[in-house]
């Protein structure tokens, strides 16, 4: 699952405490997305999630799960 490689990450030494802090964010907006029950929340919500993935920098986009 995506929560254990954010922890992971959240106990490296090589990513600094604003990127952290700023991954600990954008993983709440995820979560929070599928904690939401009405549908135009939820569609608003992931419609600025991605707006905003160009500004995520570049290790954030490597984190997904290996299969």
């Known amino acids: 699952m995506i929560g254990n490689t954010v922890y992971k990450i959240l106990k490296s030494k090589k ?5 952290k802090i700023s991954l600990c ?3 709440t907006d995820i979560k929070n997305i599928f904690r939401t029950y009405n549908e135009k929340t939820v569609t608003k919500r992931l419609e600025q999630l991605l ?3 160009n500004k995520i ?9 290996k299969r």
Request: hydrophobic share 25%; no cysteine; glycine share 4%.
């Open 15 to 19: 990513v600094t405490g604003d990127e």
């Open 25 to 27: 964010l954008y993983f």
């Open 51 to 53: 707006t905003q993935y």
């Open 57 to 65: 920098p570049k290790f954030y986009n490597d984190i997904s799960p």
